[in-house]
């Protein structure tokens, strides 16, 4: 097992759009591992090569009975039904808040050895799929949160204990809440 430090929100790797994967080696095979062994170990349902410190679209989750990873995804949606639920990131440790997303997805990328794969998934891995998908172009869910719900989740981020005081700039997702994702 290869167990790798997640970074925490303040981090600017979080803030920053990960590459393309171009080279489906051995390398990126390590990276698939170490972020399956780093996820499974924190208990999460998802985790990017950006919370490991790594600027490389790939991404790993495990929820609804599906586990895998993506490298290069996109996503569609399916359909126009939204879910709102509770949400939470292993680079924001120890909380959640409620989040809007997409409630049925479809993603498309490649695997570790260069080869097609399609995801689809309703309700947690519909979440994790656009949830991940935000963490590679530098995203977090904060972004998405309603402002009251930010600026609560904002306080709570400032007085827990893990977090050095650093604050980036909330962006904005590439992907729309509604409509088209890829």
Same mark, same amino acid.
């Given at each position: 097992?290869?167990?790798?430090?997640?970074?925490?929100?303040?981090?600017?790797?979080?803030?920053?759009?990960?590459?393309?994967?171009?080279?489906?080696?051995?390398?990126?095979?390590?990276?698939?591992?170490?972020?399956?062994?780093?996820?499974?170990?924190?208990?999460?349902?998802?985790?990017?090569?950006?919370?490991?410190?790594?600027?490389?679209? &790939?991404?790993?989750?495990?929820? *609804? #009975?599906?586990? =895998?990873? $993506?490298?290069? /995804?996109?996503?569609?949606? &399916?359909?126009?039904?939204?879910? *709102? #639920?509770?949400? =939470?990131? $292993?680079?924001? /440790?120890?909380?959640?808040?409620?989040?809007?997303?997409?409630?049925?997805?479809?993603?498309?990328?490649?695997?570790?050895?260069?080869?097609?794969?399609?995801?689809?998934?309703?309700?947690?891995?519909?979440?994790?799929?656009?949830?991940?998908?935000?963490?590679?172009?530098?995203?977090?869910?904060?972004?998405?949160?309603?402002?009251?719900?930010?600026?609560?989740?904002?306080?709570?981020?400032?007085?827990?204990?893990?977090?050095?005081?650093?604050?980036?700039?909330?962006?904005?997702?590439?992907?729309?809440?509604?409509?088209?994702?890829?």
């Amino acid at each position: 097992m290869t167990v790798q430090p997640i970074r925490l929100f303040g981090d600017p790797v979080l803030r920053t759009a990960a590459t393309e994967v171009t080279d489906f080696d051995k390398e990126l095979r390590t990276l698939v591992k170490d972020l399956w062994d780093t996820m499974q170990d924190a208990g999460g349902a998802g985790l990017a090569a950006p919370q490991l410190g790594v600027g490389l679209r &790939v991404f790993t989750y495990h929820c *609804d #009975g599906f586990a =895998g990873h $993506l490298i290069n /995804p996109t996503w569609d949606v &399916v359909g126009e039904e939204m879910q *709102d #639920g509770s949400e =939470g990131c $292993l680079s924001i /440790p120890g909380m959640s808040w409620d989040c809007k997303r997409h409630l049925h997805v479809v993603a498309k990328g490649w695997n570790m050895h260069g080869e097609p794969v399609e995801v689809e998934g309703t309700e947690t891995l519909a979440r994790c799929i656009q949830h991940e998908s935000d963490h590679l172009d530098g995203v977090l869910f904060l972004d998405r949160l309603d402002a009251d719900t930010r600026k609560l989740a904002m306080r709570e981020i400032r007085q827990s204990d893990w977090f050095d005081g650093t604050v980036p700039t909330l962006k904005q997702s590439p992907h729309p809440l509604f409509g088209r994702s890829s």
